[in-house]
């Protein structure tokens, strides 16, 4: 989619450095220049698979100096280590107990800055002095104490006193959480998908599987401490704030993994967990759908392919099991469809088909009335099972919709209208929801509106958008295929466009509760450090492709979670001038992008290749 506004071993030598910096100093300054402390220059992360090296921390030299017992500190909550032991060695005794490590996690830019502002006067208590010593760095983003994901740039700040213990210095105050920099961040922790079911009220009675789709929540839990048992437990815990008022989970509130009974898989794939908090008269059919939700969750973090997951009670009875071909009825993607070749414009309007082929792919024209739509299409969009296609008018004044056979030869029927057109303003290009329902923003300057479509026919309903300002509008938009979550390019004053994410909420009304008001709330941004955001698209159950500029930087191509964060891998190969992208939620399908080249697609995940040359607003279903 495109904005119209423009066409188990210990790593030694990591342990021997460290040592080396803890034990470097030898004097002790009343006040003191910054120094810097990147524990990140030993990260070894290489993507979302295994760091080959094991990090454990080393305990505070004796004698350190404050500056140096920070440091080891800091150095010490980047090791594999479960529960920070060797970090509250640092801590003075009162304080080890208390520090909870695991409140949040700041994560910094680039390595952290250390400083002593001035020798303290005696402490009144004890039989040492006090020393303060300040950190700060620039901010990147915070994981909450849910393990939720949050872009937050700008400036930290933390303060540390310390107190000599036995003549030796320790940290007495200091914040709870952790902080450090990206790269170690990235080395210890992973992203994993928890999963929830959509709630779609009355509307997912419309359609098949509409009580049966599980939506993608992103967690980041620590890669090498117990990933399975963190993740199944934060799946009890249930979604996250953001997410809850448009999804529910199958588990009861109260449902706990059992005291003593780790989650475990055995050799055949199959996981098991014991529970405690389930009710002895719980649905069996209830209890499996616990269990498609638990067997989609652990099979994104697990290290073996999970075939099957058994709940237990906490003495051990069985409640129920699922087996992974059973769990295919409640899944995520459900609604996505089962369509899997792109789409885009030639020169002459024509909507046509990318095939693969042997050598090179090739176009077929694609049957229906669509590209009869007066004065040509500028965009257009296909529903998820193929059947029909919607367009919008080259000027962008007008919606088109149509179905995509030669049996109809009424002509494209109009359903929407924009009082403005032009390149500027006029309607956005549509995109359907799994639903079949058909979403439009209209970009009239004068009354910017979110539209949709009921099964993508009858009179568009506004549908209203909480924290839009009134200087802000939908330049762009793409709806997930399972209804509930919406990416939006936002319209700023000064010309450019931002990400965010809607989630789209909707409340029963009217005499049996048959009706649904629809409205998009829970505006937050996605990728905050791109100033200009020119196209996203879906690429996966919680992954976007963009296309944007970061401040004083060149446009890139590049992944990123719903959460914010960046994705590190598939690396997107460069590519010029995009204007366009286009993804699907089915990962293993090949990226499309428009660029001034014409319509290009990336073979292999490796090379692009101009698949239309004189070709533009490339469209996979949805």
């Not at 046509?352 to 299409?377: H, I, K, M, W």
Request: glycine letters at 10%; aromatic letters at 4%.
């Amino acid at each position: 989619m495109r904005s119209e506004r423009r066409p188990r071993w210990r790593a030694a030598a990591g342990l021997a450095a460290v040592g080396l910096v803890l034990s470097g100093c030898a004097s002790m300054p009343s006040s003191g220049p910054v120094q810097r402390v990147d524990a990140s220059e030993r990260a070894d992360s290489d993507g979302e698979g295994e760091p080959q090296v094991r990090v454990y921390g080393v305990p505070p030299a004796e004698g350190a100096l404050p500056q140096a017992i920070v440091r080891g500190f800091l150095e010490a909550i980047t090791s594999d280590e479960a529960d920070f032991a060797t970090a509250r060695e640092y801590l003075t005794p009162r304080r080890r107990g208390e520090w909870d490590p695991f409140a949040s996690t700041t994560i910094l830019s680039s390595g952290a800055d250390l400083r002593i502002p001035g020798a303290e006067e005696p402490a009144a208590s004890g039989d040492g002095q006090t020393m303060r010593v300040e950190l700060t760095g620039s901010r990147l983003a915070t994981v909450d104490a849910a393990h939720v994901y949050s872009p937050e740039a700008g400036e930290y700040q933390a303060t540390f006193l310390l107190r000599r213990v036995d003549d030796q210095w320790r940290i007495d105050t200091l914040p709870d959480g952790l902080v450090i920099g990206e790269a170690d961040f990235r080395r210890i922790y992973r992203s994993v998908n928890t999963f929830y079911y959509a709630d779609l009220g009355p509307e997912g009675r419309r359609i098949e599987h509409g009580e049966d789709v599980l939506v993608a929540d992103p967690v980041y839990v620590r890669r090498r401490i117990d990933p399975v048992g963190e993740t199944v437990r934060t799946l009890l815990e249930g979604p996250s704030e953001w997410l809850s008022p448009a999804v529910a989970s199958a588990f009861p509130s109260g449902a706990e993994v059992a005291d003593d009974h780790a989650p475990a898989i055995d050799e055949s794939g199959a996981i098991s967990v014991w529970l405690s908090g389930v009710p002895a008269d719980w649905p069996v059919d209830s209890c499996e759908r616990m269990a498609a939700q638990l067997l989609h969750t652990v099979q994104d973090v697990a290290s073996v392919d999970v075939t099957e997951a058994r709940l237990l009670d906490a003495a051990g009875t069985p409640l129920c099991d699922e087996s992974e071909a059973a769990a295919r009825e409640h899944a995520p993607g459900l609604l996505a469809g089962e369509l899997t070749r792109p789409y885009f414009l030639e020169e002459d309007g024509d909507l046509v088909q990318v095939v693969e082929g042997e050598e090179q792919p090739s176009l077929r024209p694609v049957p229906g009335t669509l590209d009869e739509a007066e004065g040509g299409l500028r965009a257009v969009a296909i529903r998820r099972d193929g059947e029909q296609a919607a367009g919008v008018s080259a000027d962008g004044s007008t919606l088109y919709v149509a179905p995509l056979t030669n049996e109809d030869d009424t002509g494209p029927e109009v359903h929407a209208t924009s009082a403005t057109g032009g390149d500027d303003a006029g309607l956005s290009a549509p995109s359907w929801d799994g639903l079949g329902d058909l979403w439009v923003a209209d970009r009239d300057p004068a009354g910017p509106r979110l539209l949709r479509l009921t099964e993508g026919r009858g009179t568009p309903v506004e549908v209203p958008v909480e924290g839009l300002r009134h200087d802000q509008r939908i330049e762009a938009l793409r709806v997930a295929s399972d209804g509930v979550r919406i990416a939006m390019l936002i319209g700023e004053a000064d010309g450019g466009a931002t990400l965010h994410l809607g989630r789209i909420e909707r409340v029963a009304h009217g005499e049996g509760g048959e009706g649904t008001e629809l409205s998009v709330t829970g505006l937050r941004p996605v990728m905050p450090q791109l100033e200009d955001v020119a196209a996203v698209s879906w690429a996966g159950g919680s992954r976007l492709v963009v296309v944007g500029r970061p401040a004083d930087g060149v446009e890139q191509l590049m992944y990123v979670r719903s959460d914010g964060s960046t994705v590190n891998t598939p690396t997107v190969p460069g590519l010029n001038d995009v204007t366009g992208v286009a993804a699907t939620e089915n990962e293993d399908l090949p990226l499309l992008a428009e660029t001034v080249a014409g319509v290009a697609w990336l073979q292999d995940r490796s090379q692009w290749k101009v698949v239309g040359s004189l070709g533009r607003a490339p469209v996979y279903a949805g």
